[in-house]
């Protein structure tokens, strides 16, 4: 768990890094495009061709596709229609998914995974709810296309990475999860893209570099390679845990307003998440 837990830090920062440095003031596209990009040269060069099962690598690629391309298209579609509140609250829901698809694939029902995200999800909702306004739903329905592809890209690269045994390392071929990411967001790019909102000062190009090397290439390498060594329960914690950090970050750096009583409230709510998925799993006995 602890790739997950490095992970939660960096882009519980990250989070912080774009709605400072780049949130509207860089086109979102051109920003995920280049994300995409840098994490691509930093792992295709890595990337065997011999080695890797033509089956696997389109699987790895198909995760790339969902968890970051569609994703990352509906996250920013989303902001269209529905307030920053909205779209917080709305992402919150990604436990569930992680959940519902991991029991669907092992054909099975676990109910206390599934009450350990629904607590992870109240956790985050207790900290991020704010009101909602009237017209929503196009958002909402976004979002949880965006929360399910999420979700999706995770469970299948755990379950295809779990059930096959690679004589590689994982790195050798993660860059078949960056080429997938591309067949979706370059055409997003080229499509919805604004090339009149492109980077001009040293801060957004620093941070976009952070985000491409650091947040996507490592974060997402880490991320799924910790999804590999967890059961499906505390991966849909996880996915919650950036909540409370996240808000912490931007306090303690930004010295932005936050309610702590909430954040300490709703943090709690996804730390016994955690317990209550590492309860179910114990046997009873």
Not at 164 to 172: H, I, V
Not at 179 to 192: F, R, S, T
């Amino acid at each position: 768990m602890g790739h997950l837990l490095l992970v939660t830090l960096i882009w519980a920062f990250s989070f912080n890094l774009i709605g400072v440095v780049l949130a509207g003031q860089v086109d979102s596209y051109f920003a995920v495009l280049t994300r995409v990009l840098l994490a691509g040269a930093v792992f295709l060069p890595l990337t065997r061709i011999r080695g890797v099962p033509p089956r696997l690598a389109l699987w790895i690629a198909l995760a790339g596709a969902l968890q970051f391309g569609i994703t990352y298209v509906c996250l920013y579609l989303s902001f269209r229609v529905l307030t920053v509140a909205e779209v917080l609250l709305f992402t919150v829901l990604t436990p569930l998914h992680v959940t519902l698809i991991d029991d669907a694939l092992q054909r099975r029902f676990r109910p206390w995974a599934l009450l350990a995200a629904a607590v992870a999800v109240l956790g985050a909702v207790v900290i991020r709810y704010d009101g909602l306004s009237g017209d929503y739903l196009r958002g909402f329905l976004l979002l949880q296309l965006a929360n399910g592809t999420f979700a999706a890209g995770q469970v299948l690269y755990r379950h295809q990475m779990r059930k096959t045994k690679l004589e590689l390392p994982l790195s050798r071929s993660f860059g078949y999860f960056f080429l997938g990411a591309l067949v979706v967001v370059l055409p997003a790019w080229l499509l919805l893209g604004n090339s009149e909102q492109l980077p001009h000062t040293a801060a957004q190009w620093w941070t976009l570099l952070w985000m491409g090397l650091v947040a996507t290439a490592l974060g997402q390498f880490w991320w799924n390679k910790g999804a590999t060594r967890v059961d499906a329960g505390t991966l849909a914690v996880m996915n919650n845990l950036t909540v409370p950090v996240g808000l912490a970050l931007n306090a303690l750096i930004w010295q932005l307003d936050a309610d702590l009583g909430r954040l300490l409230f709703g943090g709690g709510l996804i730390v016994a998440s955690l317990w209550i998925n590492r309860r179910g799993a114990v046997p009873a006995r």
